[in-house]
């Protein structure tokens, strides 16, 4: 009997999709497996934490790019990890933009939606005019 885990399995135990699996071997974020007899691709408990991993820095809104770098370092646990701190800082950064930028869009659609207070007929629609260019 073969031993590892099938790709659903893996799927199942960590919660994802096998699409975004095949998407991040593809991506190289997930290392090749070994092929049981009848060449099914054989997992481990590593990739299972590997891909929790990912799927918990993917929730955090980090790139693929970021999470390049994280695991890097996490396959490496000896190096110095400044550059993780920078990371880190550099994210923060950016949802701190995101949400002053997302308090922006609120804000236009609060406005937007103040345009009409009461039901009417579309061609009335305040917001539907609203919307509509110039």
């Known amino acids: 009997m073969d031993k590892g885990l099938r790709l659903g399995e893996l799927a199942r135990m960590a919660?994802?999709?096998?699409?975004?699996?095949?998407y991040y071997e593809r991506e190289g974020l997930i290392p090749a497996?070994?092929?049981?007899?009848?060449n099914y691709r054989l997992y481990c408990?590593?990739?299972v934490e590997r891909l929790r991993f990912i799927r918990h820095c993917r929730s955090l809104d980090m790139t693929l790019d970021n999470v390049r770098l994280l695991l890097r370092f996490r396959?490496?646990?000896?190096?110095?990890?400044?550059?993780?701190?920078?990371?880190?800082?550099?994210?923060?950064g950016h949802v701190v933009d995101r949400i002053a930028q997302l308090k922006v869009l609120e804000a236009q659609l609060r406005n937007l939606r103040g345009q009409c207070r009461s039901a009417q007929t579309a061609k009335e629609c305040?917001?539907?005019?609203?919307?509509?260019?110039?």
């Open 15 to 22: 919660g994802c999709r096998i699409e975004t699996i095949r």
């Open 75 to 92: 396959d490496a646990p000896e190096e110095n990890c400044s550059p993780v701190d920078a990371l880190l800082d550099e994210h923060i």
């Open 126 to 134: 305040r917001i539907l005019q609203n919307l509509s260019p110039d």
């Open 33 to 38: 497996t070994a092929r049981s007899e009848g």
């Open 45 to 47: 408990h590593e990739h």
